[in-house]
């Protein structure tokens, strides 16, 4: 993957979602900012996510040159040594830990690891607060997360944060919304549209009533405003 196009509530948002799915810092890439934010009439109707695409930059050729005696430099050495022998996942779950404590929270963060990535369960009391309204919270400090873990680590790493079991606990709210949503469109005939959700979100209402007989799923908008339709056969 050379490129992405991603969204944002502002361009600066939609670069750094651009840089952490390339898994690389900002010196790496090319910017080209497709569309501008906008408010809308009033900054209340017609709301427009920043669009940008993140594109790598190619990479020079570099002509082997001996390495000449004079020049060694065991400094530079140590320091390349120091960067590589930090765990990403150790920087990161630091990382959490001091947010937490600056909410006034004491937290533990245990690390599990998956095939396509890595679960960080926060524990601790008090853990509304690191979740938020509907997780809202808990997406932005994993995405926080992510961009410090992928500082430290030369390929790309996936982390999902988790606290009090609440993602397991959404994934059936979301399911349960799905079915009442989708026996109101055959009964009523009319497609339901569901409010804005992130991507994550969106794909477990897809995955449950994909193989229904009588209802199909499609999605629609733009980020952050894309929503599900649920729509009778």
């Given at each position: 993957?050379?490129?992405v196009?991603?969204?944002?509530?502002?361009?600066e948002?939609?670069?750094?979602q651009?840089?952490t799915?390339l898994?690389?810092?900002?010196?790496k890439?090319?910017?080209q900012?497709?569309?501008?934010?906008?408010k809308?009439?009033?900054?209340l109707?017609g709301?427009?996510?920043?669009?940008v695409e993140v594109k790598l930059?190619?990479?020079p050729?570099?002509?082997?040159?001996?390495i000449?005696?004079a020049a060694?430099?065991p400094?530079?050495d140590?320091?390349?040594?120091?960067?590589?022998?930090k765990?990403?996942?150790?920087?990161?779950a630091?990382?959490?830990?001091?947010?937490a404590?600056?909410?006034?929270?004491?937290?533990?963060?245990h690390?599990k690891?998956?095939?396509?990535?890595?679960?960080?369960?926060?524990a601790g009391?008090?853990?509304?607060?690191?979740?938020?309204r509907r997780?809202?919270?808990l997406?932005?400090?994993q995405?926080?997360?992510?961009?410090v873990a992928?500082r430290?680590?030369?390929?790309f790493v996936?982390?999902?944060?988790?606290?009090?079991n609440?993602?397991?606990?959404?994934?059936?709210?979301?399911e349960?919304l799905?079915?009442?949503?989708a026996?109101?469109?055959?009964?009523t005939?009319?497609?339901?549209v569901?409010?804005p959700?992130?991507?994550?979100?969106?794909?477990?209402?897809h995955?449950?009533?994909q193989n229904?007989?009588?209802?199909?799923?499609?999605?629609?908008?733009?980020?952050?405003?894309?929503?599900?339709?649920?729509?009778?056969k």
């Open positions: 993957m050379t490129k196009i991603t969204s944002g509530k502002t361009v948002d939609a670069v750094n651009g840089l799915e898994g690389v810092s900002r010196d890439v090319e910017i900012v497709l569309e501008q934010p906008s809308g009439f009033l900054g109707f709301v427009r996510a920043a669009k930059l190619p990479v050729e570099v002509v082997p040159q001996p000449k005696p060694y430099q400094e530079i140590a320091l390349l040594e120091d960067i590589a022998a765990n990403p996942y150790e920087e990161a630091a990382f959490l830990k001091e947010v404590a600056g909410m006034g929270l004491d937290v533990e963060v690390i690891k998956q095939r396509d990535g890595h679960i960080f369960n926060i009391e008090d853990l509304g607060m690191i979740i938020g997780g809202q919270t997406d932005a400090l995405y926080l997360t992510n961009i992928n430290y680590s030369e390929s996936r982390i999902v944060l988790d606290a009090e609440f993602r397991q606990r959404r994934r059936k709210t979301l349960d799905a079915e009442r949503l026996g109101q469109a055959i009964r005939g009319k497609e339901v569901l409010e959700m992130p991507p994550l979100e969106r794909k477990v209402i995955a449950k009533l229904h007989p009588q209802i199909k799923t499609l999605s629609k908008g733009e980020e952050p405003n894309r929503r599900v339709v649920i729509t009778t």
